[in-house]
C-alpha cells in the first residue's frame, strides 16, 4: 500500500512537472511570436521609410531635398545662380516660379540638376520631424502664393529659406537666399552627367569663345 501511494506519488511529480514545462514552452513560443512579429513590422516599417527616401531621377523625386535647374542666360554666365526649390518628403518639389504662384511637383524652369540632400533628423525640439518638415514646405508655398516675385531680393531662394527656417532647421532661423545659393554650388549633387552638362557646357562654350577671340586679336 505505501509502495502504491509512493508511485502515485511520483507520476503525479512526473506529470506536474510535464505540465509546468509544457506551459513555460508554450509561453516561450509565444513571447517568441511576438517578438518575431514586432521585429518583422519594425523592419518593414524601415525597408517602407527607406524606399520613401530613395531618391528617384527619373520621376523626379528627391525627399527632403533642395533642388536647382540653370536659369536661360543667366547661369550661362554666372554658374552659381539658378532656380531653387524645395521638396516633401515624398519628393514632391515646390518652387517659387513666379509672382503670386508656387508650382507643384513641376519646376518652373525644368527638371532640378542638382540636389543637396538634407535629413529631417537636423530639425530640433520635434516628435514627428517628417510631419513638421512637410508642414513648413506647406506653409512657405501657401505664404509665397501671397507674394510678388523680385528677382533680387524675393524670389525662389528666399522661398527655400523661410521653409528652412520654418522648421528651424540645423537649429537655426537665418536661412537667406546667399547662404543657399552658395551652400548649394558646394554641397549639391548632380542627378546625372547630362544634368552637370546643361549646367556647365554653356558657361564653357562662352569662356572658350572668348579665349579664342582673345587670342586672335591679341
Known amino acids: 500500500m505505501t509502495q502504491s ?3 502515485e506519488s511520483s507520476d503525479f511529480n512526473i506529470n506536474k512537472l510535464a505540465s509546468n514545462y ?3 514552452k508554450n509561453t516561450l513560443e509565444k513571447n517568441t511570436s511576438i517578438e518575431m512579429d514586432k521585429m518583422s513590422q519594425e523592419l518593414i516599417s524601415s525597408i517602407k521609410v527607406s524606399k520613401e527616401n530613395q531618391i528617384d531621377a527619373v520621376n523626379n523625386r528627391f525627399p527632403c531635398c533642395v533642388v536647382w535647374t540653370p536659369l536661360p542666360l543667366i547661369t550661362w554666365f554666372l554658374p552659381f545662380i539658378g532656380h531653387m526649390g524645395i521638396c516633401y518628403t515624398n519628393g514632391v518639389i515646390r518652387d517659387f516660379a513666379g509672382p503670386y504662384f508656387v508650382s507643384e511637383d513641376r519646376m518652373g ?3 532640378p540638376t542638382r540636389y543637396w540632400r538634407l535629413s529631417v533628423d537636423k530639425i530640433p525640439f520635434v516628435q514627428n520631424k517628417r510631419e513638421t518638415w512637410d508642414r513648413a514646405v506647406k506653409e512657405a508655398s501657401e505664404e ?3 507674394r510678388m516675385h523680385n528677382l533680387f531680393c524675393d ?3 528666399s522661398h527655400v529659406a523661410y521653409a ?3 522648421m528651424n532647421y540645423d537649429n537655426s532661423s537665418s536661412w537667406n537666399m546667399v547662404k543657399l545659393c552658395f551652400l548649394m554650388f558646394f554641397k549639391g549633387s548632380f542627378v546625372n552627367f547630362g544634368g552637370f552638362m546643361k549646367t556647365w557646357l554653356p558657361f564653357m562654350l562662352i569662356i572658350g ?3 579664342l577671340i582673345k587670342s586672335s586679336f591679341f
Do not use: A, D, V
Request: proline share 0%; glycine share 4%; with cysteine.
Open 155 to 157: 524670389n525662389c531662394h
Open 209 to 211: 569663345t572668348i579665349t
Open 164 to 166: 528652412l527656417n520654418l
Open 22 to 24: 509544457s506551459n513555460k
Open 5 to 7: 501511494s509512493e508511485c
Open 109 to 111: 524652369f525644368g527638371i
Open 144 to 146: 509665397y502664393k501671397k
